[in-house]
């Protein structure tokens, strides 16, 4: 049986432990509320740089191969990650030596070195040239999106930065932005596993109850403000054009969540999913086909990306088009509403099996005040009908949501075609 645990220290660090007895291995992490969208102007993927620099060492262990080892020696393989919202550092680690796994974590957040910025801002700098094509413009189908949906908004930027803006970090920056950001109340703490949460409780007590506190800046919140659908195609040297389909979206704890989720599948959920069964199936002009949803405090989006030749763009898009408008016409039969609704209740169910999923489901929640258990997510996907299904595309997919972005190797008439194919889309509704 799997139960969860919520204790906050006196410095406000709240600590989880998810009690999880039938695994061998436990998951640590620590969850900070700060990330792109709290970078400076000027200072895009100052998050993510302190990140990255947290490992170059610390008072206690000197260097990242130190910080490596001393995991190594508990079972561990330390990683972390930083998105728009949060930055997170987790392994995994033998149940017996959760409380040494903590103590290499506090180190890093306490009492980092801030050294090696110089090799850092030129190994940054390389994964931001990933996203660049050879006259240096963004190719990156997610940033371009971003840009569109959020403009002006520090959510539009690049999570890793910019190679204008990774240049400009300097040491000063790093530690106002742990000073400010890094802070108990800002932050939780987890443990999933076979733990027990007295024992975790006393060795977080013992490893963060000197890690000082201070309130954090309120966060810059988008501005809500109706746009007309748009286009954004992009030149690239490659064989291929990639697509992505991006409709602003809803916020994290919006009442239509679950719908939203229930979308994704039915369209690009797999193998069984329309865009699938549509564009490689039948038409045969793509591999694959992957939605993903993003969620923040105040809004959100759902994407589709896909592949295809340049002579198939258009018709790509006219099929996904299609798609889009008949889901929001046609009720969802009630046999492929089950399968999906099947599908989803027993990932949920699968997820017990793991650590890191618990671990992310009651700490990062926590994090962000959306903690649901396994069994509140099943009960509400049970509720859901065809008509709650159709009425939240029929606001997700209006035409004014829409951001439609193509990277890849233009040709004379392409740009031509795909606006009279939005035009089309617009009369639907």
């Known amino acids: 049986m799997i139960r969860s645990f919520l204790h906050t220290l006196e410095n406000g660090l709240r600590v989880v432990c998810v009690e999880m007895p039938h695994l061998h291995a436990a998951e640590l992490a620590i969850y900070l509320k700060v990330g792109g969208r709290n970078d400076p102007p000027g200072r895009e993927g100052l998050s993510h740089f302190l990140e990255h620099i947290l490992f170059r060492g610390t008072a206690e262990f000197a260097s990242s191969l130190a910080i490596e080892s001393a995991f190594e020696i508990i079972g561990g393989a330390p990683n972390a990650a930083t998105d728009a919202e949060s930055t997170y550092y987790y392994s995994r680690v033998h149940p017996d030596s959760i409380k040494r796994g903590m103590e290499i974590f506090a180190s890093m957040l306490t009492t980092p070195l801030l050294a090696g910025i110089d090799i850092e801002k030129r190994i940054i700098a390389e994964e931001a040239r990933e996203d660049l094509n050879e006259q240096g413009e963004e190719v990156n189908s997610d940033t371009i999106v971003s840009r569109l949906l959020w403009p002006r908004h520090p959510l539009g930027m690049p ?254 008439g392409m740009k031509k075609s795909l606006r009279e194919l939005l035009v089309e889309y617009q009369q639907q509704f």
Not at 218 to 247: E, K
Not at 296 to 307: H, I, K, N, R
């Open 159 to 412: 999570t890793v930065g910019t190679l204008e803006s990774i240049a400009a970090i300097e040491r000063s920056d790093l530690e106002g932005h742990l000073n400010t950001y890094y802070v108990p109340s800002n932050a939780v703490l987890v443990v999933s596993g076979p733990v027990k949460n007295r024992a975790v409780i006393a060795a977080a007590q013992d490893c963060f109850a000197q890690w000082s506190d201070k309130r954090v800046p309120a966060t810059h919140l988008v501005t809500y403000r109706r746009f007309a659908p748009q286009i954004r195609c992009v030149q690239d040297s490659d064989s291929q054009m990639n697509l992505q389909l991006a409709f602003l979206g809803f916020a994290r704890n919006d009442r239509r969540f679950m719908a939203l989720r229930f979308l994704r599948r039915i369209l690009a959920g797999g193998g069984s999913s329309r865009l699938h069964l549509r564009l490689r199936e039948e038409l045969g002009i793509i591999y694959s086909v992957d939605g993903a949803i993003g969620a923040y405090d105040e809004t959100g989006c759902l994407t589709f990306d896909l592949s295809t030749a340049p002579d198939t763009l258009a018709h790509a898009v006219r099929a996904a088009f299609e798609e889009l408008t008949r889901i929001t016409v046609d009720l969802v039969p009630e046999e492929e509403l089950e399968r999906i609704r099947n599908s989803y209740i027993f990932d949920l169910e699968f997820s017990r099996d793991s650590a890191y999923e618990m671990g992310g489901r009651y700490g990062w929640g926590e994090l962000m005040g959306v903690v649901r258990s396994i069994e509140e997510d099943q009960c509400e996907a049970r509720r859901i009908t065809a008509a709650d299904l159709q009425e939240t595309a029929r606001e997700l997919f209006a035409p004014e949501n829409l951001r439609l972005v193509a990277v890849g190797p233009w040709k004379r």
